[in-house]
């Protein structure tokens, strides 16, 4: 029998992109399709949306949804159904999907998205669109968990509302807002509660996600039993403690078809496990790129947000031992102002050897990780992350944080672990500055040692990173939740 899941995410590729979740989204029909199911995205009508959206037909018109005229649009991502929420008044805007084009958040981004969340759980239940109510809606970060709060609130007693999934994909975020958006929201006086969307006195849009969920997944095993605990759970791990039953950590996949060193048009050279040695155009274009000089010790990459949680300060101050121990960087990325200025300060201090591009460019990050020996992720708390698995893919040998997806992904390059032939990658306990900077030293050694840094680059390779497992792993959750009991 097939399974049709309404998939509601704030971006999936390729239609919109800012970070992993998109990746993950525009993966995941592919990924569940093998196993029978039917996935449906659900997207809010961004301009850059509205742009890639052909021959779409209406399924819904609302004269009012929460304040505001929209419709439903029907159309395709990919050769897989895609839904989106045309509401100018809430996404017609210059910026991005989430802020300005200062960087700084839409002051409606709460009704944005409760709008959102609650148009998905009318398509879900069936209420709206014309059609029967899906098997399973899946919902994915704050700005989609309120879909299973107005499911269970507006539609848990008339039998028709599916069962729910919640993906935290990153419990940093959480989507808090003032009390006295609650009377905004559409939603009966009973959801005020604590096993509502009440959270410390006001709004949680993922604290309500998670209260009504019928599962709760997020992206990593060791991320699952992580946020258990108060150094990781962000003030929810009572609430992740209490459900446990419920939580389930599933490690994200890549998609082949896009990074794919053998067929990457974005490489000088392609490449594979077998024609190692070619990786050295590419080394050579990063080098170009970036303004880098040609040397013989490693070229260490980094693709990041430049944040606090993926440890960008302390790599900022190991940037002088990277260098000293003939090491080289190459860094792409955004965020903080006071960290763009540290980087741009130590590529001032290392002309030739530190070089910076500040923004995101995505033929560039496949190059860089076609290119670079090894790339650097030193996060304080990673619930999978992505740019590892894609150094794998790529023979980038991954330097990381043993944390969350990266634990799970990366296998240290210990002596049990080279006598036997399964490292990948560096891993390193606790990010402080002497930790970081041992790893660095680690990672030399290592790259100078040819016969080892071939090793772990081949069986980086050959690790099986695809969407197989975990689309499987995805698809017997839904199969469960609809199971008879």
């Known amino acids: 029998m097939t399974l049709r899941v309404l998939s509601l995410a704030s971006e999936a590729f390729p239609l919109v992109k800012t970070g992993g979740l998109a990746d993950v989204a525009g993966a995941l029909p592919d990924a569940v399709g093998p196993a029978g199911i039917e996935m449906t995205v659900m997207l809010p009508g961004y301009p850059v949306v ?5 021959r779409a037909k209406l399924l819904h018109h609302y004269a009012d949804l929460l304040g505001h005229e929209a419709r439903l649009l029907r159309g395709k991502i990919g050769v897989h159904p895609l839904v989106v929420l045309d509401a100018p008044g809430l996404f017609d805007r210059d910026g991005g999907a989430y802020g300005d084009q200062n960087g700084r958040d839409w002051a409606d981004n709460w009704l944005r998205f409760a709008a959102f969340a609650k148009a998905g759980a009318e398509l879900a239940a069936g209420v709206v669109g014309g059609g029967k109510p899906f098997d399973v809606l899946h919902a994915h970060d704050w700005q989609a968990a309120m879909a299973p709060a107005y499911l269970r609130f507006l539609h848990g007693d008339k039998g028709v509302a599916p069962k ?3 993906t935290i994909h990153n419990i940093a975020f959480q989507g808090q807002f003032a009390r006295t958006i609650f009377p905004k929201l559409g939603l009966p006086p009973a959801a005020w509660a604590m096993d509502g969307v009440e959270y410390y006195g006001d709004v949680g849009f993922l604290k309500a996600g998670l209260e009504a969920a019928d599962a709760i997944t997020t992206v990593s095993p060791t991320y699952a039993r992580e946020i258990r605990t108060p150094g990781f759970g962000m003030g929810l791990e009572g609430l992740i403690v209490a459900k446990s039953d419920r939580v389930t950590g599933i490690v994200n996949g890549i998609d082949p078809a896009i990074w794919n060193p053998a067929h990457d048009p974005a490489l000088a050279k392609t490449f594979t496990v077998r024609t190692l040695a070619r990786r050295v155009a590419n080394k050579r274009a990063v080098e170009q790129a970036f303004g880098l000089e040609p040397g013989d010790g490693p070229l260490f990459i980094v693709i990041s947000r430049l944040t606090w949680q993926k440890g960008m300060d302390v790599l900022a101050a190991t940037l002088d031992h990277l260098v000293a121990s003939g090491g080289r960087l190459a860094l792409l990325g955004s965020g903080d102002a006071a960290l763009e200025n540290a980087f741009h300060q130590a590529a001032a201090r290392h002309p030739g050897r530190v070089a ?4 995101y460019d995505e033929p560039l990050s496949h190059l860089m990780q076609g290119g670079g020996d090894a790339i650097l992720v030193p996060s304080r ?11 794998l893919a790529y023979g980038c040998v991954p330097v990381v944080a043993r944390t969350g997806g990266l634990a799970d992904t990366v296998i240290d390059a210990n002596v049990a672990a080279l006598a036997a032939g399964t490292a990948t990658g560096i891993q390193f306990d606790g990010l402080t500055l002497d930790s970081l900077s041992l790893a660095i030293s680690r990672t030399v050694r290592l790259y100078h040692q040819p016969e080892r840094w071939g090793a772990i680059q081949q069986c980086g390779m050959k690790s099986d990173f695809s969407w197989t497992h975990s689309g499987r792993a995805y698809a017997d959750l839904y199969a469960r939740l609809c199971s008879p009991a």
């Open 50 to 54: 509205m742009k890639g959206l052909k």
């Open 164 to 166: 729910s999934v919640m």
């Open 381 to 391: 708390f990673e619930p999978c992350g992505l740019t590892q698995l894609y150094a």
């Open 356 to 359: 910076v591009r500040i923004g």
